[in-house]
C-alpha cells in the first residue's frame, strides 16, 4: 500500500471520495508522523491528533451515507497558532498568550472544517508572525527538514514566518497548512522548504479570528505541496465575511477548475530593478529557467520596470511595526494572557511589566519602532512618508500591469540560511524579504512555487505577483513552472 | 533623526514596556541603525501623492442596526469574555487599584 502521507491535497480527498482508503487512514499516517518528528523540528506548539481523528470520522461517516464530503474532505491539515481555535491554546507563539484558550474559531479556520478538513495541530511560527527564520517563538526554533548536501547537518531555517507550516508540509507532516503573510511569511518559508505557497488578494481570506499584527498587510493563504492543492484549499478559506471590516464582497472563483499550465496570449512581466547587483549566481539562474519555462508554456516575456522597488522595505518597516505597536496595546494583562503584577505595583506598572515579561526580543523592538514613528512630531516624517511611498509603489504595479499579466521574480534572495547566521543583525534579516514586501504592499496576489535546487541542494522558489483578484492568473503561471521544473526533490528523513 | 538613552526610555514608556538602562543601552544602537535606513524614504518625490488609505479599493459598510444580530459578537456573553481574564473577579475584570 502507498504511503498515505506522500499524498497530497487533491490525491487525498479524491482517493477518500472513491474509497480507496479512509480519511481515518489518512489521518492516522499524518498524526503519526507529527508524533514522531516533533523532537527533532518542533514544527508544532500543540498538537491535536484527537482533532484530525474526529474530523476524519464524520467525514468517513458522511461517506457511508452518500453524503457530499467537501472541497476538503478527509484532508488533515496543520494550522498556523495565529488563527484562533476554539478551545485550544492560541498563542502566536508568543509567551503573553502561553495558555489563552479562545472561546471562538476564526473565520478561515472555521470554514476549512465546515469544508470537510481536520486539525493536526497549531504550527508554530516566529512570535507574533515578526521574523523570517522562526527564530523568534517563545515555543523554541522550528528546524527545517531541509539540510545541505555539504554532510555538515547545519540546522537550517524553515523561512518564518510561517515557518511551522512549511517545515511541516515539506517534512510530510501535514498535506497543507495555513499561512498568513504580512511581508513575504507564506512566500519565504514555502520558497525555503521546496513547497508552494500562495497569498490571495488582500482582503479574499477574512482577517476575523487571526492573530493582528499589521491590519492593512496581513492576509491568509494556503501552503502545500503543489498549485493544484493550493488551489483547492484556498477555494475553501476565502470568502466575503461580515465580521471583517476589509472582507471582499466577491464570490470565491473555482480556481481549481480554473487551472491550465498554457500560457498563450499571456504576457510576463520581467521587473529589471529585481536584478540587483551581487545576486546569488543561483537564484539568478534559476529566475532566467523560470522565464524559459514560462516561454515554454507560450507567454510573451517582456521587461518591464516597478522605479520604487528598492523603497519597498523601508517602507514596511516603519507601516508594519506602526500597526503593530498599535495592534499589540491590546496585550495588558487586563483580558487574556499573562499578567505581571509585582508586589506593590500600580495598574500601569502591572502593563509595562507584564507586556517586559510577556513579549520577545524582535517583537519589542517592533513596538517601539511603531510607537516612534507615530509620536508626536515624528508621524508626518515617518509614517505619512511611508504611506505616501506605499501609493507610489502600489502605482508601479499598475503602470507594470499595463504590460503584461503577471510579474516574475525570485522569491527570496537566497536559499535558506543556518539559524542563527542572521538574528545578530535584524536588518539583514529584514533584507531577506526584498522580493516579497512589494506586492504585499500593493495588497497583490502573489505565490511561490518550486524551481529546483542550488549548489547547495537546497530549494529554490520562484514568485508569480499578479493583477488584484487575478488568483487564477498567478496559479496558472505557477502551474506553468511546475509542469516544468518538476520539482520533485525532498529532505532526507533524518529525524 | 537619531534617538538616544532618554528617547528610547521614553518611547517604552509610552509603549508600556518596563526595560532596564542596559536594555536600552542595547536597543539605542539597534534601532539607529534602522532608522538610519528607513529615512531613505526622505529621497522619494512624494509631492501630490496622497498617503496610502486602502490598498484594495473597498467601500466601508454598515451593518443594519439590529442588537446581537450576530450571537458571537452581540452581547450577554459575560462568561466568554472573562474566560481568559487573568484575574476575573464579580464578573469583571480585576485590576490593581487605581484610584488613591
Known amino acids: ?495 | 533623526m537619531s534617538v538616544d538613552t532618554a528617547t528610547v526610555a521614553k518611547i517604552a514608556s509610552l509603549a508600556r514596556i518596563r526595560v532596564t538602562e542596559a536594555e536600552i543601552a542595547a536597543m539605542v544602537p539597534e534601532l539607529n541603525g534602522i532608522l538610519a535606513w528607513v529615512e531613505q524614504l526622505g529621497e522619494v518625490d512624494v509631492s501630490g501623492v496622497e498617503p496610502m488609505t486602502a490598498v484594495i479599493e473597498n467601500h466601508l459598510r454598515l451593518r443594519d442596526d439590529v442588537i446581537d444580530a450576530d450571537p458571537l459578537t452581540g452581547g450577554g456573553v459575560r462568561g466568554a469574555v472573562l474566560a481568559n481574564a487573568p484575574a476575573p473577579e464579580h464578573g469583571f475584570f480585576g485590576v490593581p487599584k487605581v484610584i488613591e
Open chain 1, 1 to 495: 500500500m502507498t504511503d498515505l502521507t506522500e499524498l497530497g491535497v487533491a490525491a487525498i480527498r479524491d482517493g477518500v471520495a472513491k474509497g480507496d482508503f479512509t480519511a481515518v487512514e489518512v489521518a492516522e499516517g499524518f498524526n503519526a508522523n507529527v508524533a514522531a518528528a516533533q523532537a527533532a523540528l518542533n514544527a508544532f506548539i500543540v498538537a491535536t491528533p484527537e482533532k484530525a481523528l474526529e474530523a476524519a470520522r464524520a467525514t468517513d461517516a458522511r461517506r457511508a451515507k452518500g453524503e457530499p464530503l467537501g472541497k476538503m474532505g478527509g484532508v488533515p491539515i496543520g494550522m498556523k497558532d495565529l488563527f484562533a481555535s476554539k478551545g485550544v491554546q492560541t498563542t502566536a507563539a508568543s509567551h503573553i498568550l502561553e495558555g489563552f484558550k479562545p472561546e471562538y474559531e476564526s473565520t478561515v479556520s472555521q470554514k476549512l472544517w465546515d469544508a470537510g478538513a481536520g486539525m493536526l495541530g497549531k504550527l508554530n511560527l516566529d512570535q507574533f508572525a515578526m521574523g523570517s527564520s522562526n527564530e523568534t517563538s517563545y515555543f523554541g526554533n522550528v528546524i527545517s527538514p531541509w539540510r545541505r548536501n555539504d554532510g555538515g547537518n547545519a540546522p537550517l531555517a524553515p523561512g518564518g514566518s510561517s515557518g511551522g507550516s512549511s517545515a511541516a508540509v515539506a517534512a510530510r507532516l501535514a498535506p497543507a497548512a495555513t499561512g498568513t503573510d504580512t511581508g513575504g511569511s507564506i512566500r519565504q518559508p514555502a520558497a525555503f522548504t521546496g513547497i508552494a505557497g500562495i497569498k490571495p488578494t488582500y482582503g479574499r481570506c477574512s482577517r476575523w479570528g487571526i492573530v493582528a499584527f499589521a491590519s492593512s498587510l496581513d492576509q491568509a493563504g494556503p501552503m502545500a505541496r503543489d498549485v493544484r492543492d493550493c488551489a483547492i484549499m484556498l477555494e475553501a478559506m476565502a470568502g466575503f465575511d461580515p465580521k471583517d471590516a476589509t472582507s471582499l464582497n466577491l464570490p470565491v472563483p473555482e480556481w481549481e477548475a480554473g487551472l491550465s499550465g498554457d500560457l498563450k496570449g499571456k504576457k510576463v512581466g520581467i521587473p529589471r530593478e529585481y536584478r540587483m547587483d551581487g545576486m546569488d549566481a543561483d537564484v539568478a539562474a534559476s529566475w532566467d529557467r523560470g522565464i524559459e519555462w514560462l516561454k515554454d508554456a507560450g507567454a510573451e516575456v517582456v521587461d518591464v520596470s516597478l522605479p520604487h522597488t528598492k523603497y519597498a522595505l523601508p517602507a514596511y518597516y516603519i507601516i508594519a511595526p506602526a500597526e503593530a505597536s498599535s495592534n499589540l496595546a491590546r496585550y495588558d494583562g487586563v483580558r487574556y494572557g499573562l499578567r505581571d503584577l509585582p508586589d506593590g505595583a500600580n495598574l500601569q506598572e502591572m502593563y509595562a511589566a507584564t507586556r517586559a515579561d510577556g513579549f520577545g526580543a524582535e517583537v519589542k523592538r517592533r513596538i517601539l519602532i511603531g510607537t516612534y514613528v507615530l509620536s508626536a512630531g515624528f508621524y508626518d516624517a515617518y509614517y505619512t512618508q511611508a504611506q505616501k511611498v506605499r501609493t507610489l509603489i502600489s502605482q508601479d504595479f499598475k503602470n507594470a500591469f499595463t504590460q503584461c499579466d503577471v510579474i516574475l521574480a525570485p522569491t527570496a534572495p537566497t536559499a535558506a540560511f543556518g539559524l542563527g547566521d542572521m538574528v545578530s543583525d535584524p536588518l539583514s534579516m529584514y533584507l531577506n524579504d526584498v522580493f516579497a514586501v512589494p506586492a504585499s504592499l500593493a495588497g497583490l496576489p502573489a505565490m511561490s512555487v518550486p524551481a529546483g535546487l542550488n549548489r547547495e541542494g537546497l530549494p529554490l522558489g520562484l514568485q508569480i505577483v499578479g493583477k488584484a483578484f487575478d488568483e487564477q492568473g498567478v496559479l496558472n503561471a505557477g502551474l506553468a513552472i511546475e509542469q516544468r521544473a518538476r520539482f520533485s526533490a525532498k529532505p532526507g528523513r533524518w529525524w
